[in-house]
């Protein structure tokens, strides 16, 4: 499959296409690639420019997006569509595609169909699923499909009813082993890629150090692969921070402060100073 480049705007110069196999190859040589969250193509254009390698339309868009309390709310025609448009926005960078809640668990039936959907309709490179070593046959027929899966491991946000919030996890022995097994498993039928949600950083070396896939960690110390945080907890949008998401800047209050401005400009009359102006009518003989 040849990978579609668009041409930039003056000035801008065009990345070189990011792959699966491209990641494949820097967690090999030990080189970080980094992956944020993004939700629009407006967005995903400037990051691919800025050179994210992995770009994950989240079910976080419940929350920061939708204003939803939390992640269970995704709608996956939603998903779909901001899926598609954040690939059309970094058309070389790799999209990955965040399955809803209740848009696997069902039946397997039912997932690989919503999972090929996010292949075809989302555009997407890779398909994440949360997922423990119990989905591992739904992982192999997904893999069997043609469908490139991340595996989530550690924290599972769609399963945080359960436990009353969101919560880490691995901090025990029996704990650990568990997150530790559930990323072999999944590995073991078929997984490409693993992303490990807030855990100790001694987990996450585990893994590392028994499975062979790239591994992006959130929350899960330095060493994974990769690193992911939502865009919005980077960018100072939000809030609340989670502990591992130190925000780089404060565009929460630069955003205030540009809006201000406008209510001003507006107030006083001084919108803008362009002005559209009557076309002379020809004159009849």
Not at 118 to 126: H, K, P, R, S, V
Not at 135 to 159: D, N, T
Not at 183 to 208: S, Y
């Amino acid at each position: 499959m040849t990978t579609r480049i668009i041409e930039p705007a003056s000035g801008v110069s065009t990345p070189r296409p990011t792959t699966l196999k491209t990641l494949r190859d820097m967690a090999s040589r030990g080189e970080s690639f980094a992956c944020l969250t993004c939700y629009d193509a407006t967005t995903a254009k400037w990051l691919e420019r800025a050179g994210v390698h992995v770009l994950l339309v989240g079910d976080t868009a419940a929350e920061v997006i939708l204003g939803q309390p939390n992640t269970l709310h995704m709608p996956l025609e939603i998903s779909l569509a901001l899926t598609a448009a954040v690939k059309r926005g970094a058309p070389n960078t790799v999209v990955m595609g965040d399955m809803p809640f209740m848009s696997y668990q069902a039946s397997d039936e039912t997932a690989l169909l919503n999972a090929g959907r996010f292949m075809t309709e989302g555009l997407a490179d890779i398909v994440k699923i949360e997922a423990d070593k119990s989905f591992a046959p739904l992982v192999s027929k997904m893999a069997r499909a043609g469908v490139p899966i991340c595996g989530h491991v550690g924290s599972k946000p769609q399963r945080a009813s359960l436990t009353g919030g969101y919560a880490s996890s691995g901090r025990t022995r029996a704990q650990a082993n568990s997150v530790i097994e559930d990323a072999m498993a999944l590995e073991d039928a078929g997984a490409v890629m693993l992303l490990i949600e807030a855990t100790p950083p001694e987990v996450a070396d585990a893994i590392l150090e028994r499975t062979s896939v790239p591994v992006i960690g959130i929350g899960a110390g330095n060493r994974c692969h990769g690193q992911i945080v939502v865009l919005q907890d980077l960018l100072g949008l939000t809030d609340r921070q989670p502990p591992f998401a130190t925000p780089v800047a404060d565009f929460g209050a630069s955003l205030k402060e540009a809006a201000e401005t406008w209510v001003r400009r507006v107030s006083h009359g001084e919108a803008t100073s362009h002005r559209y102006r009557m076309r002379d009518e020809p004159t009849k003989e």
